[in-house]
């Protein structure tokens, strides 16, 4: 099929429309809105539900109660509003229900602005809602892998019984490039073994989130967390630039990955044998591969838009045998690649420890530029 | 090979959609290539912007700090762009709507009367076509012929009278060749 320019977050929308969305429920918010408006006019087009909630608290459970159904679901939202759906996101989690959830991240916290950021990853990643469940996370950094990761975010989904989150920030939301849509799938008509599906007198299937009985709980976190441990096994991906000779390391996601990308190759033209890990999925976060490169690397450089959230998992694969920097720009504000590039000469040409905490060297340089 | 536009002027210049016929045009050449736009809220009534990257090879960063192009389609756009041009890069400066001269030496600047020459052509809405055009004659990037058919291909069906239109304004805009750079 032939490229098209398509807007990040339209392209999101129609992928998951491809991928056999059944139903969507959400509620606008400032820099996803796109992907809830092509959905509004395509889903009715199709037959399919759409729904406008009253709110992000009404979206995420009509999520909850659609994907007990068995359907393809999904919502979308941005910052503040994901904040909101955290109860339910929980509650969809300790249910064992598939749902896809698309956070297009911009700055806070609070209300904050509509720029792109990714200080969501803490959120995202590690939690947000209560208990022990984790959300499977895709972090694209193109439209083109934007679509192909929605796409994929329904089958892991339904696969594992899982939450999974396509975190994007509002760059790539509002960014329009050349992508190859997906061919539309048809709508699946089987329902799963476990799905409620309304049948009177047939066998009773209860899907709940309320477990009263501590040892059972205790059995149905066990099974979570096994299947957690299937997906750290199986659902790794990332993307590997100039790693083969790489004596120093950038490690970044999403757009602070591709800003990161111009800033090594720039690096590389000087001379600095310089490459660039980029995490696709940030859970289960690439362990193995960062392990590996441990061995390789002189240091390593991180790179986000906040205040150093990814580099915590980082630091916990490097366990101190080599020094990790970092570099990040917060609430809203996008590096450009000539600031990566000095923190990637600064990396080669200053004395490098493994003392101390990497985000108190940033913050000092930080307050000296902009106060 | 890579190479960065940012189209700046007022909201309702045509800014964005001149970057996104860019972008086809790019995209139909086999080129990569992102647009983004600010989508800030000084959108609202104030200037508007966006950047075009325009590569060989999987273009990294979607914002750029020193574009090798800089089209001004208003006064606070060469204000806030002039500095930013890279050296050596291309300035076209819409002169209707600036009453000041570009100061930068190191740069090849284009600067043309293109609110007039909009009227004089009869195609009043043409402003971007013809700071489009003026930019492309003076650097190695697309061709006008390339343009003619991003045009033929993507123009929306509602906008399809104006086709015509839009092309004469390319190559309007196309004779206005840059001074070369004092300083290079």
Known sequence: MAKELIKGNTAVAEAALRAGLQAYFGYPITPQTELLEHLSARMPELGRPFVQAESELGAINMVYGAACTGKRVMTSSSSPGVSLMMEGLSYIAGTEVPAVLVDVVRGGPGLGNIAPAQGDYNQIVHGGGHG???????????????????????????????????????????????????????LKD??????????????????????????????????????????????????????????????????????SLSAVRAAREKGIKVGLLRPITVAPFPNDVLDELTEQAKAFLVV?????QMLEDVRLVVRGRKPVEFFGRMGGVVPFPDEVLTEIERLVKEPLTTEGHPRDRWLARLRETIG | MQQEVIIAGFGGQGVLFAGQLLSYCAMDEGKEVTWIPSYGPEMRGGTANCTVVISDDEIGSPLVKNPTAVIAMNLPSLEKFEPL??????????????????????????????????????????????MLGAMLANMDLLSLDAMDRALDAHLPERHKKFLAGNKAALRKGAEYLASEPVEA
């Open chain 1, 132 to 186: 022990d469940y984790h959300m499977l996370v895709l972090a694209p950094a193109s439209v083109q892998e934007a679509v192909d990761l929605t796409v994929l975010a329904f089958d892991l989904a339904e696969k594992y019984r899982n939450l999974v989150a396509v975190l994007l920030d509002g760059s790539i939301g509002q960014m329009m490039e050349p992508a190859e849509l997906p061919p539309m799938q048809p």
């Open chain 1, 190 to 259: 089987d329902v799963p073994d476990w799905a409620v599906r309304g049948t009177q007198g047939g066998e009773k299937r209860i899907l709940t989130s309320i477990n009263l009985d501590p040892p059972a709980q205790e059995v149905m976190n066990l099974r979570l967390m096994t299947r957690w441990q299937e997906i750290e096994k199986n659902e790794v991906r990332y993307k590997g630039y100039f790693l083969d000779d790489a004596e120093y390391i950038v490690v970044g996601f999403g757009t602070a990955g591709r800003v």
């Open chain 1, 304 to 308: 986000e838009m906040n205040a150093g």
């Open chain 2, 85 to 130: 041009v890279k050296k050596g890069g291309v300035l076209v400066v819409n002169a209707s709507m600036v009453n000041r001269e570009v100061t930068r030496q190191d740069i090849k600047v284009v600067s043309l009367p293109a609110n007039d020459i909009a009227e004089e052509i009869g195609s009043p809405r043409s402003v971007n076509m013809i």
